[in-house]
T-cell receptor, first 111, second 114 residues
Framework: GESVGLHLPTLSVQEGDNSIINCAYSNSASDYFIWYKQESGKGPQFIID?????DKRQGQRVTVLLNKTVKHLSLQIAATQPGDSAVYFC??????????FGAGTTVTVRA | EAGVAQSPRYKIIEKRQSVAFWCNPISGHATLYWYQQILGQGPKLLIQ????????DSQLPKDRFSAERLKGVDSTLKIQPAKLEDSAVYLCASTPGSYNSPLHFGNGTRLTVT
């Protein structure tokens, strides 16, 4: 079946370095994508979104890239900070107001 | 604005008992969702409401799970009887209802079934 997935379950990054989290999706009908951050004991928190008519979108210290040709989504975090340690999920909307989530990538920031 | 409120935060029950979770969405949000998140996995949609009507409950185990959203505001999710595999975090989310708007999540209820 169609699903959203992340390439790596864990990512360890040095504080101050840039982080790149990858996500592959298989539903070619998906037209909206979101990255969420989830800290322990909390619900997913919205980071940034992108529509399928865009290739790139920037926020504060974060950039999302969308490659529709290979059905790939990435989240780049600039100058990673200890507060960025969390589980990151990509989610897609296949056109029916419902979001499907991947399994998540756990990011650990080393001091 | 106030976020999505959920209660209780934690619940421990024995298998075959019943349990209910409550959700108060962000004011004015027409669409409400219940997700189940098993440890180490991404959230999985259980049911979606638009105002007080069910839009999609195809993933809801209807033999034991039920949900309602009376008056199109608060919602309750019930499990009866609970099984060990129901141990998870139950997340409520809401959105204004406009297409392609992000979901706003509550902090969830962590259920442990022993």
């Amino acid at each position: 079946g169609e699903s959203v997935g992340l390439h790596l379950p864990t990512l360890s990054v040095q504080e101050g370095d840039n982080s790149i989290i990858n996500c592959a999706y298989s539903n070619s009908a998906s037209d909206y994508f979101i990255w969420y951050k989830q800290e322990s004991g909390k619900g997913p928190q919205f980071i940034i979104d992108i529509r399928s008519n865009m290739d790139k979108r920037q926020g504060q210290r974060v950039t999302v890239l969308l490659n529709k040709t290979v059905k790939h989504l990435s989240l780049q975090i600039a100058a990673t900070q200890p507060g960025d340690s969390a589980v990151y999920f990509c989610a897609e909307n296949g056109g029916d107001y419902k979001l499907s989530f991947g399994a998540g990538t756990t990011v650990t920031v080393r001091a | 604005e106030a976020g999505v409120a959920q209660s209780p935060r934690y619940k421990i029950i024995e298998k075959r008992q019943s349990v209910a979770f409550w959700c108060n969405p962000i004011s004015g949000h027409a669409t409400l969702y219940w997700y189940q998140q098993i440890l180490g996995q991404g959230p999985k949609l259980l049911i979606q409401f638009q105002n007080n009507g069910v839009v999609d409950d195809s993933q809801l185990p209807k033999d034991r799970f039920s949900a309602e959203r009376l008056k199109g505001v608060d919602s309750t999710l019930k499990i009866q009887p609970a099984k060990l595999e129901d141990s998870a975090v139950y997340l409520c989310a809401s959105t204004p209802g406009s297409y392609n708007s992000p979901l706003h999540f509550g902090n969830g209820t962590r259920l442990t079934v022993t």
